[in-house]
């Protein structure tokens, strides 16, 4: 792509993968005032990447290429898209015994509490009390209160509450 701020013309590449996601940083290719740059010619197969443009400010034309190698792995890719909105998943297995998963996604970097409530209304644990990154978290409650008691069988309520977003769901603790 082509950045045309500030007067000037630079050329920058991005390796993706073959799912389009960015690997590595941005990388330039070159830069010249607008009326000297030709578009560059690209091309880009198993782990090199070719570039070539002509640039005529000295004595005629010169041509440039660039040839970028990198290395392509069979690690996992661990770019996950963000989630769009705040969700709080049904906790699994529920019913339980003796511990249980919850799962959550966060749209932004915020602080979140999750928590479990009885019946009554009161604080069972606080679970999760922090500043949580963008993404999908998981947290396992082991059916035990504050003091690391086990609670009796029956229905509990979680709640998560991140900035101005709050929701609540119902789990089954069966002994």
Request: hydrophobic share 40%; proline share 7%.
């Amino acid at each position: 792509w082509i950045d045309r701020r500030e007067g000037a013309r630079r050329v920058y590449y991005q390796i993706l993968t073959d799912q389009f996601l960015p690997l590595g940083a941005n990388q330039s290719v070159s830069s010249a005032t607008p009326e000297f740059m030709e578009t560059p010619v690209t091309y880009a197969s198993h782990g090199r990447a070719w570039f070539a443009w002509a640039d005529p400010r000295q004595d005629g034309l010169n041509i440039y290429g660039n040839l970028v190698v990198y290395l392509p792995t069979d690690a996992p890719d661990n770019n996950h898209p963000l989630p769009v909105s705040f969700t709080l998943s049904q906790n699994y297995p529920n019913p339980f015994n003796p511990s249980t998963e919850i799962l959550f996604t966060l749209p932004v970097r915020e602080h979140a509490t999750l928590a479990v409530y009885n019946l009554l209304g009161e604080q069972v644990r606080v679970l999760a009390d922090e500043m949580l990154s963008a993404g999908e978290h998981r947290v396992i409650w082991d059916g035990c209160d504050a003091r690391g008691n086990q609670v009796a069988s029956g229905v509990y309520l979680y709640r998560l509450t991140a900035g101005a977003s709050s929701q609540s769901k119902k789990m089954l603790l069966l002994k």
